[in-house]
Nanobody, 122 residues
């Protein structure tokens, strides 16, 4: 079992930055593929970014060039650095993990955090 806890959300003005953290506990995390998803009110959960156990990264078109996913295996923590934030980035952001290759599909992930709210004002 892996437990995930997100933090770092908040309210920021458009153009600003936030860094989300996802702390994992329960198992050594380094071999897991990890990802961030988000869900805005009235919308389905969507893929944001993923990082394979081998270190490859993948981004949705809407965040590529603005967001960066990284991990600190020693600290069992995954980060999402978000720059140049836009109002359309407003959502609850979820961290997810799976003991397999990376995926961009939420249904492929076994472990989820409870989410952290990100709000971007115009």
């Amino acid at each position: 079992q892996v437990q995930l806890v997100e933090s770092g959300g908040g309210l920021v003005q458009a153009g600003g930055s936030l860094r989300l953290s996802c702390a994992a506990s329960g198992r050594t995390f380094s071999s897991y593929a990890v990802a961030w998803f988000r869900q805005a009110p009235g919308k389905e959960r969507e893929f944001v970014a993923a990082r394979s156990g081998g270190g490859n990264t993948y981004y949705s078109a809407s965040v590529k060039g603005r967001f960066t996913i990284s991990r600190d295996n020693a600290e069992n923590t995954v980060y999402l650095q978000m720059n140049s934030l836009k109002p359309e980035d407003t959502a609850v952001y979820y961290c997810a993990a799976r003991y397999a290759t990376y995926s961009t599909f939420s249904e492929h992930f076994d472990y989820w955090g409870h989410g952290t709210q990100v709000s971007v004002s115009s």
